[in-house]
């Protein structure tokens, strides 16, 4: 794609008329200061409230008032299928059947569930490839599955960090650790995009190399879901887990999301803890012993849907439904690669940007790295009236979310930039 950029309001503004999606801006809620539209790049922490939210918890809400238990069978969505509710517009955003995806929990208590399933250390094929720096939940679930089998995580696992001088992981580095390691691999769990970086893992060629050594390819996906569309059926990855409360809008603590493919999904035999809510349907209320999941990923569920933990994402993934996660993509790689065009205008500050210029290789966010004074940048941006986040050691996160998101919000916040003094 490619797209010749000026820095002219008046270029921003003629693309936000020309953008089939703008009128979704107008679906959420934004934070003010002094009397305006804060300039909202935070969606990669937590995404906006859609307005439709409130009317969507008041249908449940009603239906818990007027039918109590019966909400269970009747109402407007009859709670005993909710999760299933979300399955189609998962399903489409995340690349995969509509029997490979569920909601459940949250992000870390997923992950816990699935390194049980799939991590099972035999012998010398023991091994755990992560990335360097992965997110500290990643980190802390990894070494304490691996200290669950009574191993130690020094010997076991495998850190991939950027080559000297380098701030991002190259795909052959990745896969030359992955063919490295061979037959005493068990499983590669990487953030399918890197938390601090930003840069997009090539999931596909990633997942291959790990198959062809005989091991599981898991991936967290707190930073793709709803923010780059995924293959995960076509590419063969054996599960993904991520968060809703991100690009996808579900709210603070939204229900976590998991992918396991038809392979293992089809098996009841594929292990994992049981629960009554992924126990098969036809048998679950004769209250018997015995648990016989169901041959989804559904049956890696284990508690009642959690109705007011899921109906914000509900309401949000009918605006996923309406503009297309294809579409989205396309704003998003537009607005990114504007917003870099933008920064690069920049030169009295003092930063570098860390996520991969190629397009392919990251998704609606950008880190910029400062050498000194982040923190204090951070500050004034946040006085000017733009929220971003910042992470150690010195990185800003710019993250434009094109489901609300303009290309004049990137005009504002660059000429916000341009005249901040570090």
Known sequence: ??????????????????????????????????GEDVIYFCGNSLGLQPKAVRDAIDVELNSWKELAIGGYMKGTNPWLYYQQYLNKPLSQIMGCLEEEVTVMNALTVNLHLFLLSFYKPQGKRNKIIMEAGAFPSDQYAIETIVKQYGLSPDQIIVEIAPQQGDKILHTKDIISTIEKTGDELSLVLLGGINYYTGQLFDIKNITTATHDVGAIAGFDLAH???????????????????????YLNGGPGAVGGAFVHQTHANNIDTPRLGGWWGNEESTRFKMEKGFIPKPTAAGWNLSTAQ?????????????????????????????????????????????EIITPANSEERGAQLCLYFIERGKEVHQKMHEAGIVVDYREPGVIRVAPAPLYCSFEDVHRFYMIMKNLKA
């Open 307 to 351: 109705v007011f933990n899921t109906v914000c994402l509900k309401a949000s993934l009918e605006m996923f439904d309406a503009a297309g996660i294809r579409a989205i993509r396309t704003k998003s790689v537009l607005l990114t690669n504007y917003l870099e065009f933008l920064l690069k205008d920049i030169t009295d500050l003092n930063f």
């Open 224 to 246: 793709v879901a709803g923010n780059v569309p995924m293959q995960l059926h076509e590419w063969k990855v054996d599960f993904a887990v991520w968060c809703s409360y991100k």
């Open 1 to 34: 794609m490619t797209q010749s950029f000026t820095n002219e309001l008046s270029f921003a503004k003629q693309m936000d008329k020309e953008d089939p999606l703008a009128k979704f801006k107008q679906s959420f809620y934004f934070p003010q200061h002094n």
